[in-house]
């Protein structure tokens, strides 16, 4: 096995030019996903999908007290959307900016509880389904702590983001990072990312930014640490990520017990049953009865 | 009343994906494996017993529970021509590839004793030719026998897997309800097949059955409402909207019908009407619970609300990085 791989996205410095999905559509042929006008803001696919590999969110920050309107210039200054002073009577102060991706967990729900094996670790530590094996049974879609899997319902199988295996097997960096014009999407050994993601934010909360955090980058976190791992600029749920997710397999021996508790009780209410009524009168017109199967 | 909790969220749109599970299938599935599972116990206590005509109808519902259950699975996969892919794995992680082993095994014992039971009296044919074979006439009865205790050991665990394929989901209502959810599934199943039994058994071999259901019934009642009670908030999708509609119903079903067991004696309307809405009754359960799961998994309050809370009392899943 070579070196664990991962995507950082520093959304930090995310413009929201998605660059990533169009590049991940043209590399992997994924189908078009609508050409859907959201009217909440300026994206378009809403949310990851089989359709979705990547997906660029867009959130509009409400203004807040009136001491954070000075890190709305800073914010200016790092690329941000230059438009704050026209934003002030709807009430935005600013914009956040996000390409949302599959997490590659490193205890993956749907990896575990996939039927057919068609979903797969990878020599990358990366998790890919392979298409010719899925049966499209569904179970890897609910699964997921994240919603980023999902079926292909005109095609029937599930699809999502494959950290660019092929370009990988390749030597190549995934389609999205390569796109990435502000490096955003950092492609790398996962060790390194993390060590650069921890300098990054350190670096923003010197300069200003004290809700400048990492999220999915912990290995002791419910699903062992993500694969592909976050800089966030405001709470996980603002961006549409479970704020404390957990590999629901965690639980499944736990699962097992009370459903192995629930069929002995099944088994001793039938037992029951027929013991308590053996005695009753039972009216047996002659042993025509038995032999009628036998 | 549990407050309504603030929580913040993308545009109120889902965090996770709902089942994509359809309808009927699903838990049309979910009832009918409960079922068999429960029937198939049923057989084998009547077996052992000697309640002869029950034997043979508890076997034959349980044969007909299994396949026409395994039926709508596969018609439910998107692929369905790839339906034998489950059996590529034997993978412990996953609930429906240890689900997709019982069922075959299960479906397999359930057949061979419904077939054993039937030979005497399938017509002449060339597709029966083989059962007349001297050879297997003659071992028929006694492997007919062997599988039914057999699907004994395979049934309570078909009537209560299915709760742990559910529950081994991100989908709040479902994941959080694993401990209640098998006594739900396993009293629905009871259910099921008392009046299974209770419809298809003369009435002089049916007291087993019409206790199986009474039993099924109060089970079903008890495991339903500590879940929705325990749940807190996440009994929401239960009470509310669809779903609740469908979990009121279904109550109401299970309930009339298991009382109607104690008193239906030997009145055939009676039992008719009690078997029916007992069946009803399982039925509406599975719909309910699969339309609870859809009604949490779209709303993001229930994925981001117990997160939220779980953080905030500074009991993660997760660790927080070290540099916080």
């Known amino acids: ?294 | 009343m549990v407050p309504e909790a603030e929580f913040r969220s993308y545009y109120g749109q889902p965090i996770i994906k709902s089942p994509v599970w359809h309808e009927p299938h699903m838990p049309a599935y979910l009832y009918l494996g409960g079922l068999s599972g429960a029937a198939s116990m049923m057989a084998a206590a009547a077996r052992i017993s000697g309640h002869d005509r029950l034997a043979l109808t508890a076997r034959l519902t349980a044969a007909a529970g299994a396949t026409v259950g395994a039926g709508f699975l596969v018609a439910e996969l998107g692929r369905p021509e790839r339906f034998l892919n489950m059996l590529r794995v034997f993978k412990p992680t996953s609930p429906m590839s240890m689900g997709s082993w019982l069922l075959a095994a299960h479906s397999g014992l359930t057949a061979l004793a419904a077939t054993a039971a039937l030979a005497p009296v399938l017509p002449a044919s060339a597709a029966t030719a083989v059962l007349r074979v001297p050879s297997v006439a003659a071992v028929l009865p006694v492997a007919g026998d062997a599988a039914t205790m057999a699907a004994a050991l395979t049934g309570p665990l078909m009537s209560t897997y299915t709760a742990v394929l559910l529950a081994d989901t991100a989908v709040p209502v479902w994941h959080e309800a694993h401990r209640e959810l098998p006594f739900l599934f396993a009293g629905s199943a009871l259910a099921s097949a008392g009046a299974a039994g209770m419809l298809t058994a003369p009435r002089a071999e049916a007291g087993p059955a019409r206790a199986v259901a009474v039993l099924g019934a109060a089970v079903e009642t008890v495991a339903g409402a500590v879940m929705e009670r325990r749940l807190g908030m996440l009994g929401e999708p239960y009470q509310r909207g669809k779903a609740g509609g469908r979990m009121r119903t279904a109550r109401a079903l299970t309930v009339g019908g298991g009382l109607l067991a104690v008193v239906a004696g030997r009145s055939r309307v009676l039992t008719g009407l009690c078997g029916l809405a007992l069946t009803a009754g399982a039925l509406f359960t599975r719909f309910a619970v699969l339309e609870a799961g859809r009604a949490s998994a779209a709303d993001p309050r229930y994925t981001v609300v117990p997160q939220r809370r779980r953080l905030d009392a500074g009991n993660p899943a997760s660790v927080p990085a070290p540099s916080r």
Not at chain 1, 45 to 66: M, Y
Not at chain 1, 130 to 146: F, K
Not at chain 1, 261 to 268: D, E, F, I, P
Not at chain 1, 270 to 293: E, H, I
């Open chain 1, 1 to 294: 096995m070579t070196e664990r791989m991962g995507f950082f996205t520093d959304t930090s410095v995310c413009i929201g030019c998605k660059a990533c999905e169009v590049a991940c559509k043209e590399w992997n042929d994924v189908p078009d996903d609508g050409f859907v006008f959201r009217a909440t803001s300026y994206d378009n696919t809403g949310s990851l999908g089989a359709n979705t590999w990547r997906h660029v969110a867009f959130i509009e920050q409400p203004r807040r007290t009136p001491p954070r309107e000075e890190w709305t210039g800073a914010e200016g200054g790092e690329g941000q959307d230059g438009r704050d002073g026209r934003e002030g009577h709807d009430g935005i102060e600013g914009w956040l900016m996000s390409s949302d991706v599959c997490k590659h967990c490193t205890h993956a729900a749907c990896l575990d509880v996939c039927p057919t094996g068609a979903l797969f670790r990878t020599e990358f530590d990366t998790v890919v389904v392979q298409a010719d094996v899925c049966n499209g049974c569904g179970y890897c879609v609910p699964a997921c702590p994240y919603g980023v899997i999902d079926r292909r319902e005109r095609d029937g199988r599930a699809f999502k983001c494959t950290m660019c295996y092929d370009r990988q097997l390749g030597g190549l960096e995934p389609a999205c990072a390569k796109a990435c014009p502000t490096d955003s999407i950092q492609f790398g050994p996962l060790d390194e990312l993390r060590v650069r993601a921890e300098e990054r934010v350190e670096r923003l909360r010197r300069e200003g930014r004290p809700e400048a955090r990492l999220y999915g980058a912990s290995p002791d976190d419910g699903v062992g640490g993500d694969g592909a791992f976050f800089l966030l600029l405001d709470e996980p749920e603002t961006y549409g990520l479970p704020p404390d997710p957990v590999v629901t397999t965690r639980d499944l021996p736990a699962m097992w017990r009370w459903a192995g508790g629930a069929a002995l009780s099944l088994a001793g209410a039938v037992t029951v049953s027929f013991l308590s009524t053996r005695r009753g009168p039972v009216p047996s017109p002659a042993g025509a009865r038995r032999g009628w199967w036998r």
